[in-house]
């Protein structure tokens, strides 16, 4: 069975950090690229960063380039996403999301490309 499980939420203040994890179980892991999304109350869901199938490629939003990194350890099946410089806008249900990739630089920014999808993890920032 196909499986994502994300870890790692929880509550920070602004400026903080958190590292989401994101672990994969009975994929192939290496030819699958990831993606995070995340979802605020009343907001659609926004695609924050993606990683091709070796890590060699990826793709941050405007909203998070500079304060969060995406990488992958393949030989643990888990994809990471190291957010620092969090902001109150970042408050969201995070998820990660998966798909397989013919080729190992491809990379996929639409929510709509993916096809297994975590349950998701909520992320608040406050004082």
């Known amino acids: 069975q196909l499986q994502l499980v994300e870890s790692g939420g929880g509550l920070a203040q602004p400026g903080g950090s958190l590292r989401l994890s994101c672990a994969a179980s009975?994929?192939?892991?290496?030819?699958?690229?990831v993606g995070w999304f995340r979802q605020a109350p009343g907001k659609e869901r926004e695609g924050i960063s993606c990683i091709s199938s070796r890590g060699g490629s990826t793709n941050y939003a405007d909203s998070v380039k500079g304060r969060f990194t995406i990488s992958r350890d393949n030989a643990k099946n888990t994809v990471y996403l190291q957010m620092n410089s969090l902001k109150p806008e970042d408050t969201a249900v995070y998820y990660c999301?998966?798909?397989?990739?013919?080729?190992?630089?491809?990379?996929?920014?639409?929510?709509?490309?993916?096809?297994?999808w975590g349950q998701g993890t909520q992320i608040t920032v406050s004082s």
């Open positions: 999301a998966a798909r397989s990739a013919p080729f190992r630089t491809q990379i996929f920014t639409e929510s709509t490309s993916y096809n297994y």
């Open positions: 009975g994929f192939r892991w290496p030819y699958y690229a």
